[in-house]
């Protein structure tokens, strides 16, 4: 009996290595399907969706008007928008290195303790991260109170006036960094001290026979050693502060009609978009300042990458 | 042989899923402010659902408490999806921004099928705000109320204040203030970082019609002789606060723990202050807010509303909310808590009028101004409330006098309505 000729590749029929290969990974695929689909539908679909939005005046009830790029007009050459993204320039330049540099080194202290003593002091920087922020928050502004907190009473003791960590426009964003940096460095903390314990330990003995000194140590062995781990924490924790909003908001009790604080000294993007999305029922308006954050923080991030693997290359 | 499992389940599930589906034949998301889902305030609305849903066969109530952001964004949100809850509450204030979103079915024909001597129940001003265009209501007025002042009994004997001697006037209470200064304990929260505290200060020198914006005219209703007149007053009392704004814990907890004299606020504090007063001995009265002059008072008013969603099940949401805000069920609420609330038959029954915190809550509301009129119109501008506080906060840091700072504050008001 003649066999049926199955069609080659040129007239466009799959070979059998390939049907082989699509069945092998017909299982994978149907397996990845439940993510993918609700991927796609709560994730892709909603950004599409915020995407068309944002060149519309949509206020959730009447047709959508399309205005073109007067939405994304309106985000950029607005006087909020440009107090958030200068409060944002400073908060991040300020809390990046400083939160990264007190986790390292709250890393270097805990990774000198071993035992018990390693173990409780983890635990104990790693509270905060774990800690409800919005009980965070009403810790640190007891602590921040005007004449009764703990830290105007030392200001008190030393001489110092009233400081009004949290109502006085000057003082406001540092008072917010101070938090942010107690919250996360536990979190940064941890990953640095796994970075820290899988260096090898001859490589300080090798150091010390050299007469390399403790400082020495940190800046010739540790450091290098620990480079992807330190730049992978600088990324997270940069982008983690582009994107700021709870903190803020719970500092200055903000709500959707009054946010920011006095002279919206602790304004930042994500706190403005809300506000003019649930707030002024501007959606569309939201949704370009959405895209214009999620442009910057793109831009800079893969900033952050090329410039992470030029240096690897080098 | 796996297909064949896979189907079985597959069907089993779906058998499930549908099963669970028919239990009830309607549900009800009802949402309320989370003081509302706590303690006895909860037990006493499910006692209300309990009573509801026995007279309904196969309906299901659930009660869900929201802060205030979660209320307001749940509903906006809800509105658009048509998966926002189908009975909610909210504030007055933000009627205006729910009818915009398409939140608040009109229940106008609802509310006229009712029963006259249903609709005689409520108080007529409410309903008129509930009902901004002829034939279209948003809300049935639901609860409320009218800010007071707690003086901390303690604090007052401490700096030989003799607290059975009402406050007349301001320059009473200023002196009140240093009396208090002086003996170490600190007199008011700072009442210039605050909408509401400011709006307190206010009131005492202004009218119930110099407060909110005219948005025919497209101007704040702020008169700026009187806000600079309020604002010299939180000039004069500046050395005299704690520093920490109204509704911040740290100044309940000044007040629970003796350091703190006076606080202006709602009835919603109250739950705290008895419980400090079981638990601490805590030594507490409710009385006005001091006006500028003998005779004049101050404080804020604003009012609940309960409202339904415009969905298919609306008919039966408008059962619920009626019953809910109706008499018996607001006599019991009133008499239970000391909560006010806009049923004026509720609040005249004879074993609700004799609760302290109510009685307070009621004489508040006479002299208070409306919170932030005017109600289902349109939305505030969204940066009208900082503008008002930072410009306040200039003027107590003496970066400008009263008079030129007031003037400035209203300029800039009526640039912001004109401009939306």
Redesign the interface.
Same mark, same amino acid.
């Given at each position: 009996m003649k066999r049926p000729v199955r069609p080659g590749p040129r007239e466009g029929w799959p070979t059998s290595s390939r049907v082989d290969e699509m069945q092998k990974t017909f299982w994978n695929y149907l397996m990845l399907a439940p993510f993918m689909i609700l991927f796609g539908a709560f994730f892709l679909y909603p950004i599409l969706s915020g995407f068309r939005y944002s060149f519309y005046d949509w206020d959730t009830v009447r047709e959508p008007v399309f205005v073109g790029l007067k939405n994304y007009e309106t985000v950029l050459g607005s006087r909020n928008s440009r107090i958030a993204a200068g409060n944002l320039a400073a908060y991040v330049a300020i809390t990046v290195p400083l939160g990264v540099s007190v986790a390292f080194g709250l890393a270097l202290l805990v990774d000198h303790f071993a035992g018990f003593w390693g173990r409780f002091f983890r635990s104990v920087y790693f509270v905060p991260v774990v800690m409800p922020l919005f009980l965070a928050a009403t810790i640190w502004r007891w602590l921040y109170a005007p004449n009764f907190g703990m830290f105007n009473l030392l200001a008190g003791w030393l001489g110092a006036g009233n400081i009004r960590f949290l109502n006085d426009p000057d003082v406001m964003l540092y008072s917010m960094v101070a938090v942010d940096v107690w919250v996360s460095a536990g979190f940064n903390m941890v990953i640095l001290l796994a970075g820290l314990k899988n260096i090898p330990r001859h490589y300080y003995e090798a150091a010390r026979l050299d007469g390399a000194t403790k400082l020495q140590e940190i800046v010739y062995v540790t450091l290098p050693m620990i480079k992807p781990v330190m730049i992978f924490v600088i990324s997270y924790s940069f982008i983690s502060a582009l994107q700021v909003f709870d903190l803020p908001w719970l500092l200055t009790g903000s709500s959707f009609l009054d946010y920011g604080g006095r002279q919206k000294a602790l304004l930042f993007p994500v706190m403005d978009m809300m506000g003019r999305g649930f707030g002024s029922l501007s959606f569309g308006l939201a949704s370009a300042y959405g895209f214009v954050l999620t442009f910057v923080i793109v831009l800079l991030t893969a900033a952050i990458f090329v410039l992470q693997k030029r240096d690897a290359r080098t | 042989m796996g297909w064949i499992r896979f189907g079985s389940v597959t069907v089993l599930a779906l058998t499930g899923a549908l099963a669970s589906g028919v239990t009830h034949a309607q549900e009800l998301d009802y949402w309320v402010y989370s003081d509302f889902a706590q303690g006895e305030a909860l037990k006493l609305q499910q006692t209300f659902i309990e009573e509801f849903t026995a007279k309904h066969p196969g309906l299901e109530i659930t009660i869900s408490g929201r802060g205030?952001?979660d209320l307001?964004?749940g509903q906006?949100?809800g509105? &658009?999806s048509g998966t926002g809850p189908d009975v909610f509450m909210n504030s007055t204030s933000l009627g205006a921004?729910l009818a915009?979103?398409?939140a608040l079915k009109n229940i106008y024909e609802d509310w006229m099928a009712m029963p006259e001597d249903f609709r005689a129940q409520f108080n007529p001003d409410l309903i008129k705000m509930c009902t901004p265009q002829p034939s279209v209501m948003y809300c049935l007025p639901y609860t409320g109320y009218g800010s007071f002042m707690y003086r901390n009994l303690t604090v007052l004997e401490e700096a030989g204040i003799d607290p059975k001697r009402p406050i007349t006037d301001w320059s009473d209470w200023k002196a009140q203030m240093r009396k208090i200064q002086a003996a170490g304990k600190?007199a008011v929260p !700072?009442m210039s970082? &605050?909408?509401l505290s400011l709006a307190n200060i206010y009131s005492g020198v202004a009218a119930p019609d110099e407060w909110g914006i005219d948005f025919d005219n497209q101007k704040t209703r702020i008169a700026p002789e009187k806000l600079a007149e309020a604002t010299q007053m939180l000039l004069d009392i500046k050395p005299y606060t &704690?520093?920490?704004?109204e =509704? !911040?814990?740290?100044t309940k =907890?000044?007040f629970t723990t003796n350091?703190l004299a006076f606080l202006v606020s709602g009835p919603w504090v109250d739950p705290i202050f008895e419980q400090a007063a079981k638990e601490r001995g805590l030594k507490y009265d409710r009385v006005l807010v001091p006006g500028a002059q003998e005779g004049q008072y101050g404080g804020v008013k604003g009012f609940e509303f309960i409202a339904i969603a415009p969905k298919a099940n609306a008919k039966i949401a408008w059962e619920f909310a009626a019953y809910v805000a109706e008499k018996k069920q607001m006599t019991r609420w009133a008499a239970a808590l000391g909560r006010f609330n806009s049923n004026d038959a509720a609040l005249a029954d004879p074993q609700v009028s004799s609760h302290s915190l109510l009685a307070i809550t009621n004489e508040a509301s006479k002299h208070a101004i409306f919170n932030r009129p005017p109600f289902f119109v349109k939305?505030?501008p &969204? !940066?009208y409330?900082?503008v008002l506080?930072?410009g306040v906060?200039d003027i107590v840091e003496g970066d400008e006098t009263p008079q030129d700072g007031a003037k400035r504050i209203v300029d800039e008001l009526n640039e912001l309505v004109a401009d939306e």
């Open positions: - | 205030d952001d307001l964004t906006i949100a509105a &658009s921004i915009q979103a398409g600190k !700072d970082q &605050s909408w &704690s520093g920490t704004s =509704d !911040d814990q740290v =907890d000044l350091q939305p505030y &969204s !940066d409330w900082s506080l930072d906060a």
